[in-house]
C-alpha cells in the first residue's frame, strides 16, 4: 500500500503535503478541498486528548473535534470514504500512540489496511518504542513514517532510519507544531545531512506557512508539510472552510510544484 | 525475562521497561535529551562526590532524616496494629517532594543547565521546585492547571516568593495532566538550556527510576529506623498514590523483605463506580501517555479521562509505571479511598496526634484506620506521612461548611 506514496514521490516535482485533523468540521469536504487544490500527500490527524508534541492550533483543533464526539471509528470512516473517493492519493494518518494502541496495535494496523491507509506517523512512538506499533504496521503493508529532528545527531541517524519507510519526515524546529519558522539555511543543510544517509523521501514540516517559505523549502525537499496554517482556517471558517482551504492550498501548491523551475533571482 | 523473580528491586531493565511498563515513548526531538539523561544520571549514580552532596543538602537543607514516630492515640483509637508514621511532613517545604527536587536540580547543574521547568498539580511539587532553584540561583518556570491555580492559590503565591514564574495553564481540564502537556512542549522548545525536574515517578525512562531512587531515602531511613527502635521490620506499610512517589520511596528498600507487606491507596474521590476518581491502578487500563506505558484513566478510543479528587495532588489520570508493575507482579497490594473517607482520615489525625496531614496522605490515614484495626496489637503499620495539610485547610472548611 505503500505504492501510492512511492509513486507520489517518485514525480520529478516536489510533494505538498497537507494536514488536517480528522473530525474538526466537515472532514470530508475540506479532504475534498486539499486535493482538488492540488495536495499531493493527505496527513490526517487523529484527535487527542493530549497532543504533547502540537501549539495552540492543533491543540485547538484536537479538542474541537473530540468535543464534536468524534471517534476512532469515525477516523478510520474518512480514511474509507477518502479512499473511495481518491484511489491514487496517498492518505497518512498522524497522532499519539494511545489512540492507535489501545485495542492493540494488530487491531489498529487492519483496521487502518483496510480504510485505505498508507503511512502512519506516530509522534511519541520512537525507535527504541518500535514493538509497540512498528511490527503490526510493516505486516500490513503500511509505512510507518519516522520524524527526523535537529537534535536528532549523526549518532542516532541510523537508528531513526532503520525501519522507516514511506517517507521521513524532517521536524525543522526543536519545538512544538506551528510556532516558529525555521532559517531557511538550517533546513538546507540538514535536508543534505539526511540525503546522505537515506534513499527515503524527506518531507520538511513544522512553522511552514506561506507559499514563499514553502517554494525555498521544496527547492532542496521532495516534501513540504503544510499543517498550522490549514487547521486555523477550519477552526475559524467551519463550514465555510473548503473555499479557504481550496485557496491557501491552490498557492502552496503551486510554489511548491514550481520551486525548482523558477530561475535563481 | 525470569531474573525478576530473584529481587523486586532490579527493575528497569535497560530500556526503562517494568515487564510490560514504562519506557521512552517520547517525540524523537526529546529522546536525544531522555538518553543524555540517562548517560549523566548513571555517572551522577556512580560519583561518591554527587551521593555526598545530596545526602548533605537533605541533611542541612532539607532536615533529614525525618522522624519516624510510634503514634500512641491513634494506635489505642483503632485497637489494632501499632501505627508509625515517617514524619516526612516536617521537611522543608512540608512535603516529602523535596527530596526528589534536591536531586535532580543538582544534576541539572552537572549537566551545565540553566533553566528549570516542573509542573505542579496541589502545588507541592512546584513549591520544592522554585525552593531549589532559589537556593542555586537558576530560573524557574511552573506549569500548572488554571484549576489547580484558583484551588491552591497559597501555594502559587509561595512560588512567586521564591521567585519563580507560574504559568497557569488553560488547554484541556486545565489541571495536572495539562500541566505536564504544556511542561513537555516547553522541554522539547527549549532543550539546549532547560532541564525538566518532573515530580513524581512516571514520565520516560530515566525519570521513574531516577526519582524513586531520590525519594528511597525514606523508605532506607524508616528501615534503618525501625529497626533500630522495634529491632524488627514492620508488617505493613502504606503510602498514597498520585503519581506514586512517596509510596516508592517508602516500598522499595523493603521490596525484597517478604514479611513486609504493602497497600498502595489510591483516590476513589466520589466512589469507583462512577467516572469522578482518581484511581489509575484500580479503575484504569494499561495504555500510554506522558513518555510511558502505564495505567490510565481512559475511554475506549484511547482518549484520556479526567480524575477527581478532593486532592489535588492525587488528582493524575495515570501512576508511575513501577506501581502497575508491582500491582500485575502482586508484591504490592492496592486499594482506594474515597474524598470523604479522607476527610475523615484528616480530622482523625488532627484530632489524635495533633497533626494536620495533607489531604493526599490523609488517604493513607483513611486506608490505615480500616486496616490497622484488623491486625494483632503486636504488628506494626507503618505509613508515610509525606505532606503537611497547611496548603489544604481551605480546602477542608469549604468541604466542613466551615467559612474562615
Redesign the interface.
Known amino acids: 500500500m505503500t505504492d501510492r506514496l512511492s509513486a507520489t514521490f517518485s514525480a520529478p516535482r516536489p510533494a505538498l503535503v497537507c494536514f488536517i485533523t480528522a473530525g474538526d468540521g466537515d472532514t470530508a469536504a475540506n479532504l475534498d478541498a486539499l486535493v482538488e487544490a492540488g495536495a499531493d500527500v493527505i496527513e490526517l490527524g487523529m484527535p ?6 502540537d ?1 495552540p492550533a492543533i ?1 485547538s483543533a484536537n ?1 474541537r473535534s ?1 468535543g464534536a464526539g468524534t ?2 471509528a469515525d477516523v478510520l470512516r474518512y480514511a474509507t470514504d477518502f479512499r473511495a473517493r481518491h484511489p491514487n492519493v496517498p492518505l497518512v494518518l498522524m497522532g ?7 485495542r492493540g496495535p494488530e487491531w489498529f494496523a487492519e483496521a487502518a489496511a483496510a480504510a485505505g491507509v498508507d503511512g502512519v506517523i506516530c ?4 525507535p ?2 518500535d514493538d ?1 506499533l512498528g511490527p503490526a504496521l510493516r505486516a500490513k503493508g503500511i509505512a510507518p513514517i ?8 549523526a549518532a ?1 541517524l541510523p537508528q ?1 532510519l532503520a525501519g522507516s519507510e514511506g517517507f521521513l519526515y524532517y ?1 525543522s524546529v ?3 507544531t506551528g ?1 516558529q519558522q525555521a532559517v531557511q539555511a538550517s533546513i538546507e543543510e540538514a535536508v543534505a545531512r539526511l540525503k546522505q544517509s537515506t534513499d527515503l523521501p524527506i518531507a520538511v514540516g513544522f512553522g511552514v506557512r506561506t507559499p514563499g517559505q514553502a517554494a525555498a523549502i521544496a527547492k532542496v525537499a521532495d516534501g513540504v508539510v503544510v499543517g498550522s496554517a490549514l487547521v486555523e482556517i477550519c477552526g475559524e471558517y467551519g463550514a465555510a472552510a473548503p473555499t479557504k482551504l481550496r485557496e491557501l492550498t491552490s498557492a502552496l501548491a503551486h510554489a511548491v510544484h514550481t520551486a525548482r523551475q523558477e530561475q535563481p533571482a | 525475562m525470569n531474573t525478576h523473580l530473584n529481587s523486586f528491586r532490579t527493575q528497569p531493565d535497560d ?1 526503562g521497561h517494568f515487564g510490560q511498563f514504562g ?11 531522555v ?1 543524555d539523561l540517562e548517560r549523566e544520571y548513571r555517572k551522577a549514580q556512580a560519583d561518591p562526590a554527587f551521593q555526598a552532596e545530596f545526602d548533605d543538602l537533605l541533611e542541612h537543607y532539607v532536615g533529614r532524616p525525618s522522624p519516624l514516630y510510634f503514634a500512641p492515640r491513634i494506635t489505642e483509637e483503632l485497637g489494632g496494629a501499632q501505627v508509625w508514621f515517617k514524619r516526612d511532613e516536617l521537611n522543608h517545604t512540608g512535603a516529602h517532594k523535596i527530596n526528589n527536587c534536591i536531586g535532580q536540580i543538582l544534576l541539572a547543574m552537572r549537566m551545565g543547565k540553566t533553566r528549570i521547568i516542573a509542573e505542579t498539580g496541589a502545588g507541592q511539587h512546584g513549591v520544592a521546585t522554585a525552593t531549589v532553584c532559589a537556593r542555586f540561583g537558576l530560573p524557574c518556570v511552573i506549569y500548572m492547571g488554571a484549576e489547580d491555580v484558583k484551588r491552591q492559590a497559597p501555594n502559587v503565591f509561595r512560588m512567586k516568593l521564591l521567585g519563580a514564574e507560574v504559568i497557569p495553564v488553560t ?2 481540564g486545565a489541571t495536572l ?2 500541566a505536564m ?1 504544556e511542561g ?2 516547553d522541554w ?2 527549549n ?2 538550556d532547560t532541564f525538566y525536574i518532573i515530580g513524581t515517578a512516571a514520565g520516560p525512562h530515566p525519570y521513574p527510576e531516577m526519582v524513586r531512587n531520590f525519594q528511597s531515602v525514606i523508605g532506607k531511613e524508616a528501615r534503618a529506623q525501625m529497626l533500630s527502635r522495634t529491632g524488627r521490620l514492620p508488617d505493613l506499610l502504606v503510602a498514597c498514590i498520585g503519581g506514586g512517589s512517596n509510596a516508592l520511596g517508602l516500598f522499595h528498600p523493603f521490596l525484597d523483605d517478604p514479611s513486609v507487606k504493602m497497600l498502595g491507596v489510591e483516590a476513589a474521590g466520589h466512589g469507583l463506580d462512577g467516572d469522578e476518581h482518581a484511581a489509575s491502578l484500580l479503575g484504569g487500563t494499561p ?5 510511558n ?1 502505564t495505567y ?1 484513566l ?1 475511554d ?5 479521562t479526567e480524575g477527581h479528587s478532593i486532592s489535588a495532588g492525587l488528582d493524575y489520570p495515570g501512576i508511575g509505571p513501577e506501581h502497575a508493575w508491582l500491582k500485575e507482579s502482586g508484591r504490592v497490594d492496592y486499594t482506594a479511598v474515597t474524598d470523604d473517607e479522607a476527610l475523615e482520615g484528616f480530622q482523625l489525625l488532627c484530632r489524635s496526634e495533633g497533626i494536620i496531614p495533607a489531604l493526599e496522605p490523609s488517604h493513607a490515614i483513611a486506608a490505615v484506620a480500616k486496616v490497622a484495626p484488623t491486625m494483632p496489637k503486636d504488628s506494626i503499620v507503618l505509613m508515610n506521612l509525606c505532606g503537611r495539610g497547611d496548603k489544604d485547610i481551605f480546602t477542608v472548611a469549604e468541604k466542613l461548611g466551615v467559612e474562615l
Open positions: 487527542f486528548t493530549d497532543p504533547m508534541a501549539g491543540q479538542l473530540l471517534t476512532t499519539y500512540a494511545n489512540p492507535m494502541v489501545r509522534v511519541d512512538i520512537p527504541e518504542e509497540a519516522r520524524l527526523a529532528t535537529p537534535t536528532t545527531d542516532r531513526v521536524v526543536a519545538g512544538i510556532k | 530500556r519506557g521512552r515513548y517520547v517525540a524523537e526531538t526529546l529522546m536525544p535529551l538518553l488547554s484541556g495532566k495539562d502537556n513537555l512542549r522539547v522548545a532543550v539546549h495504555g500510554v501517555l506522558h513518555g506505558r490510565l481512559q475506549e478510543d484511547g482518549q484520556i
